[in-house]
């Protein structure tokens, strides 16, 4: 299977801080699907955003912003001037391709935001 | 209000004995998906099932057994042959037309 890989394990900043959330994926397709997930400490995974392969520009959401890049196959997710809610665990996923619509999930990278 | 639901949120079973975990979407989705995360991973697929009375072996189907007799319903058993059976179990669903995946709010199993 085609993987997702998150680096950062776990990332703790301060409140108001910038941080940004690392995701390379491996693909062979021409035509797949990125995702973010955030997993706060309740459990549910709440979905975020999802990317096209066709479509390379940059979104922004709020404080949310996400970097896609198809020449690095990576596609990132940084969070501005960061708060305590933001705390969670995000996970940054692909399709597996076909007409499924299966994901392969990242290990996750666990965001401590203190006070 | 449209949404998945998991019933119960935690469980507790002896070795030995079968177990279902119950997972309802009313959001009208065809396809429903069961995951399972242990602490520190991703989520890896179960099961899956794309259309009533279907569904498929995901990447770690041993020891677990579905049914998808109803649109709405797709529990999922987790039998004595399921080695470490002990973990966060994850339902979620999605639409025809969208690719995103929709998640309940999970069933977290212990087996001693």
């Known amino acids: 299977a085609q993987k997702v890989t998150q680096a950062q394990t776990e990332i703790s900043v301060v409140e108001k801080e910038d941080v940004t959330l690392d995701c390379v994926y491996e693909?062979?397709?021409?035509?797949?699907?990125l995702f973010w997930y955030k997993q706060p400490p309740s459990g549910e995974l709440v979905f975020l955003i999802r990317r096209n392969s066709f479509d390379e520009q940059n979104e922004i959401s709020g404080r949310y912003s996400w970097n896609f890049q198809k020449s690095t196959s990576s596609f990132n997710f940084t969070i501005t001037a960061s708060q305590v809610v933001d705390s969670a665990v995000y996970f940054c996923a692909r399709d597996y391709g076909g007409s499924q619509g299966n994901l392969i999930f990242g290990k996750g990278t666990k965001l401590s935001v203190k006070p | 209000d449209g949404g998945i639901t998991q019933s119960p949120k935690y469980l507790f079973r002896k070795e030995g004995q079968n177990v279902t975990l119950s997972c309802e979407q009313n959001l009208n989705h065809d396809a429903m998906y069961w995951y399972r995360q242990d602490p520190g991973q991703g989520l890896r697929l179960i099961y899956y099932?794309?259309?009533?009375?279907?569904?498929q072996k995901g990447d770690i189907a041993e020891g677990y057994s579905v049914s998808r007799e109803k649109k709405e319903s797709f529990p999922l058993t987790v039998t004595s042959a399921q080695k470490n059976p002990t973990a966060f179990y994850l339902c979620?669903?999605?639409?025809?037309?969208?690719?995103?995946?929709?998640f309940g709010p999970g069933t977290r199993l212990t087996v001693t």
């Open positions: 979620a669903s999605r639409g025809q037309v969208a690719y995103e995946q929709y």
């Open positions: 693909t062979r397709d021409t035509t797949y699907y």
């Open positions: 099932s794309q259309i009533v009375n279907d569904f």
